[in-house]
RNA sequence: GGCCCGUUCGUCUAAGGGCUAGGACACCACCCUUUCACGGUGGUGAUACGGGUUCGAAUCCCGUACGGGCUACCA
């Protein structure tokens, strides 16, 4: 590569951040860092009716979540600012004005309305969209067909008007995508997209044009949803800094949703998160859930994101952020959309719950359930021998409390259809008597206190398969977890002994 | 409708002219486990279809079908 490497995510600031999102933002990374170069995130906010508060700031907490910060932004400064587009204004008219000079743009004096009128007279089974372009554009109100007086005086009466592009009638154009190779239009079939709207804001079109020279971006990733304006783009580098100057382009597959294009409705829809934490609209007041809510952990969610729609051509898919730098290449990023599935992206998490060091996974599960108030009076180590024990059988963070509240306080629900047919007289001595014993131990440590119990079952000619369960019931409430002595070391002795012998004088009771 | 992109197990994917098409998730069975998991072993399961090119095609070409995206003074 010869030039510095510079790549930007371009998000504009209306809402959540969603997983395509989040994968574009990390293919842009892993490229950036694996080359040396730097990662850029541009605000694109030309859209002042669609601006949303607050949307901004959450893009930037998701991708400190994710752990891929920027190099430059509007929070992190840089050589290159402002990095808000609505802050660059002033810059876009004079290259939209050199485009018209040149005779590749024209003024657009239509109204809304006529605009709307257009397209409901020319519309027909075959043409649907009727499209504004070299065979209507002669039928508009613009520089084309005004004459240069009347122009003039539109213009200088301030008449609010736009900037289009002017596509040819013919020809062809094209580009190398890194992903797709050869991509071609007809530029006949291209509309005069809007370059500049009557607000004097940039549209997408212009602006990301202008600004991935200006900010000298060397390579310009974002979705495949953007494949069918790439004409328009590579158009206007050819007439404004001149085709060689222009970035390499890659049009990333998209994610897909059970039926099609990831929608924030998915989530609630189909049951999984689509956005990277939760975002709530401050205008409707609609909450969509995010993954790192829903108990996902930052490492897990990169990776799974990451082996979404691209591989090493290995058989490994767990990869660390700095494996995946090390590993990533643009070339083997497929060409085709990867439908989301949510229980693969499960086993990710689960994984890298395996994986997380104990104390910090301690932590991180402490702080996703603070409704527990016993949890702040237990100490940090026997925290962390619980989160030890229980990890395996955990998928999500979430999971956690499910499967530890009965450390915490006496089950909510127990299971006692599980022991009670086979409950009887003999059943009930051998627990009081285990209760006495227990009470008199001294040395409370799982291995001794399943010895005292094989012991006494042994002493009793009882088998000690038919007594562990009913044990498990009393301190658990159910059949899960793990072994019953390292429940009861953890539980303490008084806490055991007093379960215990609740359940017992319930089932001796019946 | 038009334009563009795509198509290997249910899902994510490997194999970029040459082996019984490999792995992972999910599912099923067995083993381990005096619970539930973890783990281990095995199993079900795919090259959309039709034509070419070739000694040989999942792989290259063409067509069809299907899927997806775009078609705003939104990004």
């Known amino acids: 590569m010869s030039k510095k490497v510079r790549v930007r995510f371009a998000p504009s600031p209306t809402g959540g951040l969603h997983l395509g999102g989040v994968r574009t933002v990390l293919y842009n990374y892993l490229f950036a860092k694996k080359h040396g170069g730097d ?77 709307e009128a257009m397209r409901e007279q020319y519309k027909s089974d075959q043409n649907p969209a009727p499209q504004y372009d070299h065979t209507l554009r ?6 084309l067909t005004l004459s240069p007086e009347e122009v003039d005086r539109l213009l200088s009466a301030g008449t609010p008007h736009v900037i289009r592009i002017l596509m040819p009638g013919t020809g062809m154009i094209g580009f190398t995508d890194m ?17 500049l709207k009557a607000d004097g804001m940039p549209t997408y079109h212009l602006a990301v044009v202008v600004d991935d020279h200006l900010m000298q971006i060397s390579h310009a990733f974002r979705g495949e949803e953007w494949l069918p304006s790439a004409p328009v783009h590579v158009r206007l580098w050819e007439k404004l800094f001149g085709r060689a100057a222009m970035p390499e382009w890659a049009h990333l597959p998209l994610i897909l949703g059970p039926n099609g294009k990831l929608s924030k409705r998915d989530g609630a829809k189909y049951g999984f998160p689509v956005f990277a934490m939760n975002w709530t609209d401050p205008k409707t007041g609609e909450n969509v859930e995010g993954f790192r809510e829903r108990g996902f952990l930052p490492e897990a969610f990169i990776n799974l994101l990451a082996l979404l729609g691209w591989n090493d051509g290995t058989e490994k898919e767990l ?20 439908k989301f599935d949510y229980e693969k992206a499960k086993w990710f998490n689960h994984e890298w719950l395996l994986r997380e060091p104990v104390q910090r996974l301690a932590f991180s599960v402490r702080s996703q359930f603070e409704s527990l108030s016993s949890l702040s009076s237990l100490n940090s180590l026997k925290w962390e021998k619980i989160v030890a024990l229980v990890r395996d059988r955990c998928h999500l963070l979430t999971d956690f409390v499910e499967q530890t509240r009965y450390f915490f306080e006496y089950p909510q629900e127990v299971d006692r259809a599980a022991i009670e047919p086979k409950w009887n007289a003999e059943k009930t001595s051998f627990f009081h008597e285990l209760v006495t014993r227990y009470g008199s131990e001294t040395e409370w440590q799982a291995a001794k206190l399943e010895e005292l119990f094989k012991s006494l079952a042994s002493e009793r000619s009882i088998k000690p398969g038919e007594l562990m369960l009913p044990l498990r019931i009393m301190l658990v409430g159910g059949k899960f977890g793990p072994g019953v002595f390292d429940i009861a070391d953890i539980l303490g002795k008084e806490e055991t002994i007093q379960r215990i012998g609740l359940l017992t004088a319930q089932l001796s009771n019946n």
């Not at 990869?319 to 990867?338: C, D, P, W």
């Open 319 to 338: 990869f660390s952020l700095e494996e995946l730098v090390q590993a990533f290449s643009m070339e083997r990023v497929h060409s085709s959309g990867a």
């Open 179 to 195: 992903i797709r190779g050869e991509v071609s239009f007809d530029m006949s079939t291209v509309d005069d997209k809007v370059l």
């Open 138 to 143: 002669l039928r508009m109100r613009n520089s």
């Open 39 to 115: 990662f850029i995130v541009r605000i694109e906010d030309t859209d002042q009716s669609r601006y949303v508060p607050g949307a901004e700031e959450y893009i930037f907490d998701c991708l400190r979540w994710c752990g891929l910060e920027p190099d430059e932004s509007v929070q992190h400064g840089g050589d290159f600012g402002p990095y808000r587009q609505s802050e660059r204004k002033p810059l876009y008219r004079d290259y939209a004005e050199k485009l018209i000079a040149q005779g590749d743009a024209y003024y657009a004096f239509d109204t809304p309305a006529e605009l």
